[in-house]
């Protein structure tokens, strides 16, 4: 059976493909009341991609929060500005609501980053990485996503730029926008995709007489030492009692 995707591609493999960007609508959020327009529009899409950037930090151990967040419908996408309000409260309940659902890769950790700045419950959230397996695709980011599922190739030239800048460039713009959006494209095409889960991988096998735990609970009994009789030192005078002689 031949599968409908390819397990990988290798970074040549993606240079030869035409290069892919987000083309529709972008906004960037910095406030409440332009938060609360976007929501609407992002609910009643009902599915949505799902990301975020992080201003890149140089130092070794350090780790900078969430500066912006990016929520894209098919058409239009959302890129709030987190490094200057905290995410607003219209955000919070859409990553509540189950009935919305919010398509990225690798968002475990984006998304408790973004509940130290409001609390929310997150609900209805999907991680690409635990599913594209089920389609026989065994790549793990964004970018081999896109090339193996749309067929292009995403452009990480913006990865590691300012995301807290006073100003976002046209540039910057297009790379977070495109990021979304490519994971709900890739989420809409799998669903309508046939599954062909990858092999899982077998077991181990046992190497060949006890392992070294099982020595090591189960030790072979000591081997009892024979007792050592000492001889009986004689003292001076004894010999006669032993030959039954008289002493004096």
Known sequence: MNPRFPEH???????????????GEIEVIDNE?????????????GAIGFDTETRPSFRKGVTNTVAL????????????????MPLP??????????????????????????????????????????????????????????????GIRISKAQRLSNWEAKTLTPAQQSYAATDAWVCLEVYKIL????????????????????SKKEVMDNPAPKEKKKPFHRRRRRRHGDHGKDKGIPTE
């Open 33 to 45: 009341d332009s938060a609360l327009k976007a929501c609407e529009v992002l609910r009643a899409a």
């Open 9 to 23: 591609i290798s970074n040549e493999e993606l240079q030869e493909l035409p290069s892919g960007a987000f083309e």
């Open 69 to 84: 967040l990016q929520l894209s419908t098919s058409t239009r996408a959302f890129l709030f500005r987190i490094c200057d």
């Open 191 to 210: 669903m309508d995709s046939p599954k062909n889960p990858l092999p899982k991988p077998a077991p181990k096998e046992k190497p060949e007489g006890e």
């Open 89 to 150: 409260q219209c955000v919070a309940e859409l990553f509540e609501d189950t009935s919305v659902l919010k398509i990225g890769a690798a968002i475990r950790d984006d998304i408790r980053t973004l509940q130290h700045s409001r609390k929310f419950t997150s609900g209805g959230f999907i991680d690409l990485q635990h599913i594209v397996n089920e389609y026989g695709i065994a790549e793990l980011s964004v970018r081999k996503f896109g090339g193996i599922v749309l």
